[in-house]
Nanobody
Framework: QVQLVESGGGLVQAGGSLRLSCAAS????????MGWYRQAPGKQRELVAA???????NYAGSVKGRFTISRDNAKNTVYLQMNSLKPEDTAVYYC???????????WGQGTQVTVSS
């Protein structure tokens, strides 16, 4: 059974930082494209960042230069370091795993990030 468990969300003032963690079980993260998505109230879920390999990452334009995705294969955990947070970053953040060449698509339960102005 695949589980993705997010943690690290919370309330922070604008300009502050948070680090989200996604602990995976039932899969090996190095065999997956790991991503962070977010969904704000009334909006569609959107890709924030993805890590395809240790040297290949993608970021949404709105977070580029502020957020950093990384992974620790030994801990089977993916991180999202979020700096210079803005109120518009407020959303539920979800961890996602998609196996290379597979059709599966796994989601975590989400963690709330709220940025106050």
């Amino acid at each position: 059974q695949v589980q993705l468990v997010e943690s690290g969300g919370g309330l922070v003032q604008a300009g502050g930082s948070l680090r989200l963690s996604c602990a995976a079980s039932g899969i090996i993260i190095s065999g997956n494209v790991m991503g962070w998505y977010r969904q704000a109230p009334g909006k569609q879920r959107e890709l924030v960042a993805a890590i395809i390999s240790s040297s290949s990452t993608n970021y949404a334009g709105s977070v580029k230069g502020r957020f950093t995705i990384s992974r620790d294969n030994a801990k089977n955990t993916v991180y999202l370091q979020m700096n210079s947070l803005k109120p518009e970053d407020t959303a539920v953040y979800y961890c996602n795993a998609r196996p290379y060449g597979g059709l599966e698509n796994y989601w975590g339960q989400g963690t709330q990030v709220t940025v106050s102005s």
